[in-house]
C-alpha cells in the first residue's frame, strides 16, 4: 500500500512505516541488507522518499516530519514543518503521486496539495482544484488510486 513504505531517491534505504502501537519508520540499509535505524514519528503516519537520505511522513495537525539519515541509515535529524493542508476542513489522502521532485498529495475535496522535496527545506506550492465549480458545488469527492 502507497506509503507504507519507501525507498531513498537513490535506492539505498528503505523506510518501512511501523503503527506497534506507537508510530516509527524502520530504517533498512538494502544494499547490507540489515535493519540500521528505528524513528520515532509521534503524532505522524506513512512514509514518502524525499531525496536519498532523507523522508517524510505526514502529521495529524497537518504538517510534515522530515527525518534525514546519514550513510550508515542513523536518525541524524527529525524537523516539523507548519502545517500545509487543514486536517478538520479538507484532509489530504495518502494516495499521492510522486513527479519529478514534487509529492502531489489530493484532498478529499479535489484539491491537488504540492509538495517539493528538492531544496533543503520542503517547500508547499500553490493548491489547485481538479473539479470545477460545477463539480464542486455538487460536492464531488476524489476516490480510488486514479
Given amino acids: ?13 528503505a523506510a518501512v512505516f511501523n503503527w506497534t502501537p506507537r508510530t516509527s519508520l524502520s530504517i533498512v540499509d538494502v544494499e547490507q541488507r540489515r535493519f540500521t535505524a528505528e ?15 532523507r523522508f517524510f511522513s505526514l502529521c495529524a495537525d497537518g504538517a510534515a516530519l ?17 502545517p500545509f493542508f487543514d486536517p478538520r476542513k479538507d484532509p489530504v489522502t495518502e494516495k499521492a503521486e ?15 496539495v504540492p509538495v517539493d522535496v528538492a531544496g533543503a527545506q520542503l517547500a508547499f506550492g500553490e493548491s489547485w482544484p481538479l473539479f470545477d465549480a460545477s463539480d464542486r458545488s455538487d460536492a464531488w469527492r476524489v476516490g480510488g488510486n486514479q
Fill in 39 to 53: 524513528v520515532d514519528i509521534p503524532g505522524c503516519s506513512l512514509v514518502y522518499a524525499a531525496g536519498p537520505r
Fill in 98 to 112: 510522486r513527479w519529478g521532485d514534487q509529492w502531489l498529495f489530493v484532498s478529499f475535496e479535489g484539491m491537488v
Fill in 66 to 82: 522530515v527525518v534525514t539519515i546519514d550513510d550508515d541509515g542513523h536518525e541524524v535529524s527529525k524537523a516539523r514543518t507548519a
Fill in 1 to 13: 500500500a502507497q506509503g507504507h513504505q519507501a525507498l531513498s531517491d537513490d535506492e539505498r534505504f
